[in-house]
């Protein structure tokens, strides 16, 4: 039985341009992995992980000095640009301010730190700004960085946390 040749150009072909198309997608892919991991470098990983690691027992005894003073701390988001701290505990009275430090849990440029001044009421306050929805890690801290608490606050879903010294 005879078959006519196909007498087009490749170029009209499918079969030339199926295979063209397989290490194209390749090449689109793994040229969209380098702009996407060249715009958003990783925050996470530090250079001086062992330093680091060493501060870890530095950072345990802070939370020690927050147990041994029994203190709890309540944090309210007013809003989502306000925050309120009602601590108590040993020593508390003494304090004009705090600090407190919202950490974004994967983008450290969108970390905030604040200082929250005491008001007549005995509560601290401060104006933040804006929290785009995350679970971020909430720290306070006195000026001297004596103690810590410290805990996760789910915004916009959660809009109180208690915090207590890390067992």
Do not use: C
């Amino acid at each position: 039985m005879y078959r006519p040749m196909d007498t087009r150009p490749w170029y009209r072909q499918f079969w030339p341009w199926f295979l063209i198309a397989i290490p194209a997608a390749g090449v689109v892919a793994s040229l969209s992995t380098v702009i996407i991991a060249s715009h958003s470098p990783d925050g996470v990983v530090v250079d001086d992980y062992y330093k680091r690691g060493l501060a870890i027992n530095t950072d345990l005894a802070r939370d020690r000095r927050a147990a041994d003073l029994a203190l709890r701390a309540q944090l309210r988001m007013q809003n989502s640009q306000r925050v309120q701290v009602v601590l108590t505990g040993a020593e508390t009275d003494l304090l004009p301010a705090l600090d407190l430090r919202l950490l974004h849990p994967t983008k450290a440029g969108r970390d905030q730190r604040v200082t929250l001044q005491r008001t007549a009421g005995g509560r601290f306050e401060a104006a933040v700004a804006h929290l785009e929805p995350a679970h971020w890690h909430v720290l306070i801290e006195p000026p001297g960085r004596d103690w810590r608490l410290q805990d996760r606050l789910q915004w916009p879903q959660t809009a109180e946390i208690r915090l207590r010294p890390a067992q």
